[in-house]
């Protein structure tokens, strides 16, 4: 049996005590060691962060990769087949090592100092592909279940990450109200159906905006950011776009 709250607070005590000092004034690479030049806010070498799997060929709906490297203007499989309430979508990088490994390691072991990193990596590939800049940014939410037994939302470490780099606050607008099985257990067609109604508008959300940055770490089928957009645009939000870490090859 796991207890949520020791969790919360083991994962809390390594990250102070194994680390934080390298991520707060990193002086080596994140991903090969490197030693880096002293005072500069840089999280990775240059070779390591040319050699990252940025998307440069993207859908131009959800940003996902697209393979067949087609035109900017072109959409990938998922999106041509359904109907998207986000309206633009920017995706750094493939759900690919390395960079992968770095999620996993702040999802899953806790260390959330690597929330301002990955994060670099968001703004860099927003900041080159944006179409506006939006009024404010929020996230995916997680089911307060999932909250306690993590300790935290990555979505929301990122997007606060985000925020700050672009200099926009960052909001919680939406509630997770349905706890079921784990997506990624679940096939194409069970994933839309698990995902449906999953969400809410949070209740004194009162906000009317023309442009929203929806945050998540990671978009499979897009199904998820699309619940969250439907009930952001039913509440007033009149442009959405989703910014993900990683994305999936559709
Ligand atoms: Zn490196
Ligand atoms: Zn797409």
Redesign the pocket.
């Known amino acids: 049996m796991r207890f949520p709250v020791l969790h919360f607070f083991s994962s809390f005590a390594r990250h102070v005590t194994a680390g934080v000092l390298d991520l707060v004034y990193p002086r080596s690479c994140l991903l090969c060691g490197k030693l880096l030049e002293f005072d500069k806010p840089l999280y990775f070498c240059r070779n390591c962060l040319r050699n990252l799997p940025w998307i440069h060929a993207r ?1 131009r ?4 990769y697209l393979s067949a490297a087609g035109p900017v203007q072109s ?2 499989k ?2 041509s087949e359904s109907r998207r309430f986000f309206d633009s ?1 920017v995706s750094a990088l493939l759900f690919d090592h390395p960079a992968k490994k770095l999620l996993f390691h702040m999802k899953y072991q806790g260390d959330f100092g690597l929330a301002a990193p990955l994060a670099g990596l968001m703004t860099r590939a927003y900041v080159k592909n944006a179409v506006s800049h939006p009024d404010w940014i929020t996230f995916v939410p997680l089911h307060p279940f999932r909250f306690k037994e993590r300790g935290f939302n990555q979505s929301e470490l990122l997007a606060n990450e985000v925020g700050k780099r672009l200099r926009i606050r960052t909001f919680p607008a939406l509630d997770r109200i349905r706890f079921d099985a784990v997506q990624a257990s679940l096939d194409l067609r069970e994933r839309a159906k698990n995902i449906r109604n999953a969400f809410q508008i949070k209740k004194k959300f009162n906000r009317k905006s023309d442009h929203v940055l929806l945050v998540d770490d990671v978009m499979t089928t ?1 199904n998820t950011l699309n619940e969250c957009a439907k009930i952001l645009k039913e509440n007033g939000v009149s442009y959405i776009t989703v910014l993900t870490l990683m994305s999936v090859e ?1």
């Open positions: 859908c709906e959800c940003g996902r959409a990938c998922t999106c979508g897009g559709d």
